[in-house]
């Protein structure tokens, strides 16, 4: 899954190989190495703390401005018990700017949602149920794009943002989930008009109004990817989304959400641990001239609370 150029890097081993390699090419550009070290512990101690724990004192430094900028890093994996809120994050900005674009154009949303009758679903099962349904609803022009969640209780539940025309919930939703799979038990409506933001932040400030995208987000963080593994999962990947969903995919929804938190991401990053620098951080910290803000994954859980 290929990263958008210049952010910062968010899995430890491979980036901060690809950070030096970049750096080798350019004996001129600068390093983290060239600069003083009480600029760098400045820009650590403002970064917000990352709450992951598998990459604790790593964090991308940008070493092209002055003074350096710096942003934690994350493992970025739905098994990660914080990464996974941040993931959430990115979905819910994937999804409420679909909506939006969608809407913005004159084409309506529906929030569709298809349960496992039997309750004994496994979640390759429902995925190949939901390859049915799609091709059905396809064939007559009543299901375009779509972006997913799966939700796991007692039963397996998908919910999901899709385009298309109308479809009437007795006389042709129900009869063709039942004949992909489903059981009797669906529903489908539209979604209230959501005007696009130019930034995460006026999405989540429209979420009352509009929480269909919100809503979406929290069922990926009900079920953790032990409990979809459980059900069969070979891959955890509880969200997913057509190839033309106008919000784009979690690649791009996690560009966006370290973006705008982070601030501008263009520009020559690189891996550093605080550890190099503990001297300095110590120093800070009684002083305290700096103060951190909060996690994103902080933020992102707060908001995700159901």
Do not use: N
């Not at 917000?48 to 970025?76: H, I, N, Q, Y």
């Not at 033309?244 to 995919?249: P, T």
């Amino acid at each position: 899954m290929e990263k958008p150029e210049g952010s910062p890097p968010s899995l430890v081993s491979r980036e901060a190989s690809a950070a030096s390699a970049a750096g080798s090419k350019d004996k001129r550009a600068a390093r983290s190495g060239d600069l003083p070290a009480h600029a760098v512990a400045m820009a650590l101690t403002k970064a917000p703390a990352s709450r992951c724990p598998r990459t604790g004192g790593l964090f991308a430094l940008r070493v092209d401005v002055s003074p350096p900028v710096a942003a934690p890093v994350s493992c970025r994996t739905w098994d990660c018990p914080t990464c996974r809120h941040v993931k959430a994050l990115a979905a819910f900005a994937v999804v409420s700017d679909g909506i939006a674009r969608y809407q913005a154009a004159g084409t309506r949303v529906r929030f569709l949602t298809l349960t496992d009758g039997e309750g004994s679903m496994t979640v390759p099962e429902l995925y190949a149920a939901w390859s049915r349904f799609r091709q059905r609803m396809r064939r007559r022009e009543m299901l375009d794009e779509y972006a997913l969640a799966i939700e796991v209780g007692s039963r397996l539940h998908l919910h999901a943002c899709i385009t298309g025309r109308f479809i009437d919930q007795a006389h042709e939703l129900v009869p063709h989930a039942e004949a992909a799979g489903f059981g009797r038990i669906a529903d489908i409506r539209a979604v209230p008009p959501l005007a696009r933001a130019d930034t995460l932040a006026g999405y989540i400030t429209r979420a009352e109004k509009s929480s269909d995208a919100l809503q979406l987000a929290r069922y990926l963080t009900k079920s953790t990817a032990e409990e979809l593994r459980d059900r069969g999962a070979k891959r955890v990947r509880p969200l997913r989304v057509s190839r033309k969903w106008e919000g784009g995919g979690l690649t791009e929804g996690w560009a966006r959400v370290k973006r705008e938190w982070y601030g501008e991401s263009e520009g020559k990053w690189e891996v550093v641990h605080a550890s190099q620098y503990r001297p300095q951080l110590e120093r800070l910290e009684r002083m305290r001239l700096v103060a951190a803000r909060p996690s994103l994954e902080d933020v992102a859980t707060d908001l995700l609370a159901a």
